[in-house]
């Protein structure tokens, strides 16, 4: 997806099962729940730190991969308003 400079808000992104890309570009914002089982928190820390994004471009919220509780809807709320202001 050729996102151009919108920036993304990816959750729990699957990086390395499922795409190419090793980074992610400026601005992108990561929400990922420390307990997922699915996809590792670990993961997206490495996509953090290979995309040399500031530490506070992840937020760990969420009961679990389907981040279908209230703090991970709020978390994702914040995060798309708060990207498309800038």
């Known amino acids: ?22 980074t992610a570009k400026p601005r992108t914002l990561i929400l990922h729940s420390e307990n997922d089982d699915v996809v590792r928190i670990g993961q997206s820390r490495e996509l953090l730190r290979n ?11 969420g009961q679990d991969h389907r981040m279908d509780d209230a703090p991970a809807f709020t978390a994702m709320l914040d995060a798309v308003q708060r990207e498309s202001i800038r």
């Open 51 to 61: 995309s040399r994004l500031a530490d506070d471009r992840l937020i760990v919220v």
């Open 1 to 22: 997806i050729d996102s151009r400079d919108v920036p993304l808000v990816l959750v729990a992104p699957a990086w390395k099962t499922w795409g190419e890309a090793v």
